[in-house]
C-alpha cells in the first residue's frame, strides 16, 4: 500500500479535492503514533462507484497539542473515527464539533496507544466511582491557519429539562453493552447520544506486543458473529505481506465456512430483530435453524460461538469426513424454512407497518457513514467486498449482490434473509468440489513481515472487515488496525434515530444489526 | 342440567338453622370469599401451565418437562421461587402507592372474577346490571397499573405506564361498544339472564354477522385490555425492560403477573358467557334427542371449555404476532374500531328491531 503524505496546511483542501473527486468513501481511518515522525492519521478512501482507492495521511511533530483539521464534515463517519483517535492518540481535531473520548473514561490519564503510554496502574488506578457526566460539547475552532484552535465549551449535549433516559448499558434490546442517552419528548426521541467503550479490551494495543500468529486468537472475540471472516482476514492480510499463496482446497474450506458463518449471522439478526418486535416464536424458529449451523462448525472447528478455525497458510484441522453431507443436508432445510419466516414474520402486517419507511438510510448517507453490509445494500449502495475486491474464490463463483434502494428497516432484513439464499447458492456450488489438497501451507515458526503497510478486506457478516497492519520489519506489528463493522452503523443510527418513537429506535438498532465487541475492540 | 342453586339453598338453609341470621350470612361471605380466591389461584396456576406449554408447542419445543411428571409440578417451584425473594424498597418511591399498586390490579380482576356464571347458580355476583358492573370493577385496574408506574421512581415504569393509560382507556371503548352490542340482542344486563336466553341457542350464532364482528371486535379489544401481545406494550421488554413493573420484586411482581393471567381468563370467561353461550349446552333447534344428550354434559364444563378455547386462541395470537407501536395501537382503536363498532351497533339495532335475528 503506497500512501501519499499531506502537509497539515494543505490537508483540508486536498480532502476536499479528493471528495470533489468521488471518493465519497472513507473506508478506514488509523490514527498513528510514528514516534519521531509525529503522530498522525492515514485515510483510507474509495470511489464508491469507480472502486478506485486512495490512501492519504497527515502528521504533526507536536506532541504536546497535536492538532490537525477535522474530516467530519466531508464523510460523515470521521465524526465517531475522530473521535477514536483522540481518544487513542490524544490527538486533537479542529473544527470536530464534539471532541469527546469515545470508548475511555473522561478522566483517564494519557492516550494508550502511544508508543510512550506509561500503563502504570499507579497513573490509572481501577476507579470505583461512577464517571462524572460530561454535559458539554467541547469544540475546536479553526482559525485562520487553519490548524491551531483554542478549545471552546459548546451548547450542553442533554439539558436537564429534557426527559433523558438510557437504553442501556444493560437493556434487553442493545445486543451487548451499548448505551443510548435518550432525550424524548413523549414517545418520540429528540436526541440520541451513544456511549460506547463498555466492553473495551484494547485488543489493537495488545496486538502490538503479540507475535502475528498470537494476534489470531483476538479477531474472533471482535465480532463474535463473523468470526470465520475476521480471522480470514487477518491471515489474508499476513499471507499478503509474506507473499504466501494458500492452497485450493484451504481456499474452498475457508470460502464455505465464511459463507455458514453468514448465514448463523443473519439469522441471528431475523431472529434478533423479531424478538425485538415481541415476535418470541419468529426467534425461535430462527435459532433452530441457527443450531444446525452451529454443528456443523462445532464438528469443524470445535467451537460454537468462538472459532480458532483460520491460521496463517491454511486452517488448523482438515475438514470431518461428513461435513459435505451434513452442510448439503442442512441447505436443503434452510431453503424451505425460510418461507416459514416469510409467512410468520416477514409478510406479517403489524411487522410490515412497523419496518416499511422506518429508520430510512439515504444512498449518500450510507455511503457518507461508510455502512457497509446489508445496511448499505439496504439503501442501494452496492458496497459487497467479494464483488468490489473479490477474494478467496468469489470470483470464481457466481452469486448476485442483493440491493434494495428503501433503506429501511424492512429492505434491511429482507437483504439479509436473500443473503441467505446466496450463501447456500455459494456453498452448494462449492461443496462437492472441494480439491484434495494440503489444508495448510507450512510456515517459519517465526514469522516476520516485510516493512510496509498492508490492508486487507472481507465482507463480514455485516459489512466490510478490513485489517491494517504497519510492520517495521519486526515479529510483531507495529500497528494493527481493525476496521470495525459496527462503527459506522451506530454512527448512522445516531442520525436515522432522531425523530422516531422508542419502539422504533429499538427496531432500527435491531435492523443495522451492529455486534457491540466489534464496535469497542 | 344440574342446577347449582340447589346445593347452595341446601347450605344456606343448613348454615341458618344453626347459627343466627347475621352469623349465617358472614359464614357465608367468607365462605365465598375462600372458594373464590381459591379458584381464582387454580385458574391462574393452570394457565400459566397452559401458556407454557401452548408457547412450546408454537415454538417447536417441549416446555417444561423435568418438574414432575409433563412438568406439572414447574409453576408450583416458581410460585414458590417467587415467595421467598426479597421484597425490594425502592429509594425514593412513593411506598404506600408503590404497594398498594399490586393489589389495585389484583382485587379489579378477583372482582370482576367473581361476575363470571360458572355455570347454572354457581356465580358469586349477579346484579340486574352486571355487564355493567363487569365493566366499571375492571377498569380501575388501570389505576393500579398507572400507580405502580407513577409511583416506582424510574422513568421506564412511568413511559410503561402512561402506554398502558393511554391504550387500555381506548380499547375499554370498544369492549364496551361490542358488549352494549350483545346487551342489544339479549336485551338485559343481567349476566345470568344472558346465558339463560343462549340454551336457546348461542348469540354468535343467532346475532350472525354483526354478532361476529362485535365478537372480533371483543377478543382484539380484550386482548388490549390484557396488555398481551402484540398490544403488550406498557411491559414491552425489549423497549422497557418490565415496563410498570419494572421495580416490583416478588410477590409485587408475583401479584401483576398472576392478575395479567386471571384478566386472560375474564376476558375470555366473559367473551364465552356473552358470545359462546356461557354454560350453555350446544342446541341445534330440530336435533331434540342431539340437545339433550348434550345437556348431560354439565355446565361448568361447557363454560370452561370454551373459556379455555377464547383463551387458546388469545394464546394463539400472542405467539404469533410480533408488537405493535404505541400510535399504531391507538390509531388501529380510535380510527378502525370505534366507528366499525359503533356501526355494528347500529346494524345489531336494525336486526333485533326487524327481527332478523336467528
Not at chain 1, 58 to 74: A, G, L, M, N, Y
Not at chain 1, 210 to 230: E, G, I, K, M, V
Request: aromatic letters at 12%; proline letters at 4%.
Amino acid at each position: 500500500m503506497e500512501i501519499t503524505f499531506i502537509e497539515i496546511k494543505e490537508f483540508r483542501q486536498t480532502m476536499l479535492v479528493k471528495r470533489g473527486e468521488g471518493f465519497d468513501f472513507l473506508r478506514e481511518m488509523v490514527g498513528m503514533d510514528w514516534e519521531k515522525e509525529g503522530l498522525g492519521a492515514i485515510y483510507i478512501l474509495e470511489n464508491s462507484i469507480t472502486r478506485e482507492g486512495v490512501e492519504l495521511a497527515v502528521r504533526t511533530t507536536d506532541r504536546e497539542k497535536p492538532q490537525i483539521p477535522t474530516v467530519s464534515d466531508i464523510w460523515y463517519i470521521a465524526e465517531l473515527y475522530e473521535r477514536e483517535v483522540f481518544d487513542f492518540y490524544g490527538i486533537e481535531f479542529t473544527g470536530h464539533p464534539d471532541m469527546r473520548r469515545l470508548y475511555l473514561r473522561n478522566d483517564w490519564v494519557g492516550y494508550p496507544l502511544r508508543k510512550d503510554y506509561d500503563p502504570s496502574e499507579a497513573i490509572n488506578p481501577v476507579r470505583l466511582e461512577s464517571e462524572t457526566k460530561e454535559e458539554v460539547h467541547r469544540e475546536y475552532e479553526i482559525e485562520e491557519d487553519r490548524h491551531l484552535a483554542e478549545m471552546v465549551e459548546k451548547l450542553k449535549i442533554l439539558h436537564y429539562d429534557q426527559y433523558v433516559i438510557n437504553i442501556g448499558p444493560q437493556h434487553p434490546a442493545t445486543h451487548g453493552v451499548l448505551r443510548f442517552r435518550l432525550a424524548l419528548e413523549g414517545e418520540e426521541v429528540r436526541k440520541v447520544d451513544i456511549h460506547c467503550g463498555y466492553i473495551h479490551r484494547g485488543i489493537e494495543k495488545l496486538c502490538e506486543s503479540r507475535t502475528y500468529p498470537q494476534t489470531l486468537a483476538f479477531t474472533d472475540r471482535l465480532d463474535y458473529l463473523s468470526a470465520h471472516q475476521n480471522r480470514h482476514a487477518l491471515c489474508m492480510c499476513i499471507e499478503k505481506a509474506m507473499g504466501l499463496e494458500v492452497t485450493d482446497r484451504v481456499q474452498y474450506i475457508r470460502t464455505i465456512m465464511d459463507e455458514l458463518q453468514r448465514i448463523d449471522s443473519h439469522l441471528l439478526m431475523f431472529s434478533c430483530l423479531a424478538m425485538d418486535m415481541g415476535a418470541i416464536t419468529s426467534f425461535i424458529y430462527g435459532f433452530r435453524e441457527r443450531e444446525k449451523v452451529l454443528d456443523i462448525m462445532e464438528e469443524v472447528t470445535g467451537g460454537r460461538l468462538i472459532q480458532n478455525y483460520n491460521i496463517i497458510g491454511g486452517v488448523q484441522a482438515d475438514i470431518t469426513p461428513g461435513f459435505a453431507s451434513k452442510v448439503k443436508e442442512y441447505c436443503n432445510d434452510q431453503k424451505k424454512r425460510l418461507k416459514e419466516y416469510y409467512d410468520v414474520f416477514v409478510n406479517n402486517v403489524i411487522f410490515r407497518n412497523r419496518a416499511i419507511g422506518v429508520g430510512v438510510l439515504t444512498l449518500e448517507d450510507a455511503i457518507s457513514f461508510g455502512a457497509t453490509g446489508g445496511t448499505g445494500r439496504a439503501s442501494g449502495w452496492a458496497c459487497d467486498v467479494r464483488k468490489r475486491h473479490p477474494y478467496a474464490l468469489y470470483d470464481k463463483v457466481e452469486f448476485k449482490e442483493i440491493l434494495h434502494t428503501g433503506g429501511d428497516s424492512y429492505c434491511r432484513l429482507l437483504v439479509r434473509l436473500e443473503e441467505i439464499v446466496e450463501s447456500i447458492g455459494i456453498i452448494e456450488q462449492l461443496i462437492d468440489n472441494i480439491p484434495e489438497g494440503d489444508y495448510k501451507t507450512k510456515t517459519k515458526p517465526i514469522i516476520k513481515l516485510p516493512e510496509g503497510r498492508f490492508y486487507a478486506a472481507v465482507e463480514g457478516s455485516r459489512g466490510e472487515f478490513g485489517v491494517f497492519i504497519e510492520s517495521h520489519g519486526d515479529k510483531m506489528p507495529y500497528r494493527l488496525k481493525f476496521r470495525p463493522m459496527g462503527v459506522p452503523l451506530i454512527a448512522a443510527a445516531q442520525k436515522i434515530m432522531k425523530g422516531c418513537k422508542i419502539a422504533d429506535l429499538i427496531t432500527i438498532g435491531a435492523s443495522l444489526d451492529y455486534v457491540i465487541p466489534d464496535i469497542d475492540r | 342440567m344440574l342446577d347449582f342453586t340447589t346445593i347452595t339453598t341446601a347450605i344456606d338453609q343448613y348454615l341458618h338453622s344453626v347459627m343466627p341470621a347475621p352469623a349465617a350470612t358472614l359464614t357465608e361471605c367468607a365462605i365465598v370469599a375462600i372458594c373464590a380466591i381459591a379458584a381464582y389461584l387454580v385458574f391462574a396456576i393452570v394457565m400459566i401451565f397452559m401458556e407454557r406449554k401452548v408457547c412450546a408447542a408454537f415454538q417447536c419445543r417441549l416446555g417444561p418437562t423435568r418438574v414432575g411428571f409433563w412438568g406439572i409440578l414447574q409453576v408450583f417451584a416458581d410460585v414458590f421461587k417467587m415467595l421467598i425473594k426479597e421484597i425490594i424498597e425502592i429509594k425514593r418511591s412513593d411506598h404506600i402507592l408503590y404497594n398498594l399498586a399490586p393489589f389495585l390490579v389484583v382485587m379489579s380482576s378477583l372482582i370482576t372474577f367473581c361476575c363470571l356464571p360458572f355455570a347454572q347458580g354457581l356465580q358469586v355476583l349477579d346484579f340486574n346490571i352486571g355487564v355493567f358492573f363487569i365493566m366499571a370493577a375492571s377498569s380501575f385496574g388501570i389505576l393500579g397499573i398507572l400507580l405502580a408506574g407513577w409511583s416506582s421512581n424510574n422513568k421506564f415504569s412511568m413511559i410503561g405506564a402512561m402506554r398502558s393509560g393511554g391504550q387500555m382507556i381506548s380499547y375499554e371503548l370498544s369492549v364496551g361498544l361490542s358488549i352494549l352490542t350483545l346487551v342489544v340482542l339479549s336485551g338485559t344486563m343481567q349476566i345470568s339472564e344472558i346465558v339463560e336466553i343462549q340454551t336457546q341457542g348461542w348469540f354468535i350464532v343467532r346475532g350472525h354477522i354483526p354478532a361476529i364482528i362485535a365478537f372480533i371486535i371483543y377478543i382484539i379489544a380484550g386482548n388490549a385490555e390484557t396488555n398481551r401481545a402484540p398490544f403488550d406494550l406498557p411491559e414491552a421488554e425489549s423497549e422497557l425492560t418490565a415496563g410498570f413493573h419494572t421495580e416490583y420484586s416478588g410477590m409485587g411482581f408475583g401479584l401483576f403477573y398472576v392478575a395479567e393471567f386471571m384478566n386472560m381468563f375474564i376476558i375470555a370467561g366473559i367473551a364465552s358467557a356473552l358470545f359462546l353461550g356461557g354454560w350453555a349446552p350446544l342446541y341445534i333447534p330440530g336435533l331434540e334427542s342431539f340437545n339433550n344428550a348434550m345437556c348431560w354434559i354439565p355446565g361448568i364444563v361447557w363454560f370452561l371449555g370454551k373459556t379455555f378455547f377464547v383463551i387458546w386462541l388469545l394464546m394463539w395470537i400472542r405467539w404469533t404476532f410480533p408488537r405493535m407501536r404505541i400510535d399504531q395501537v391507538l390509531v388501529l382503536e380510535w380510527k378502525y374500531l370505534v366507528p366499525i363498532g359503533l356501526l355494528n351497533l347500529l346494524i345489531m339495532t336494525i336486526c333485533v328491531v326487524m327481527g332478523w335475528t336467528l
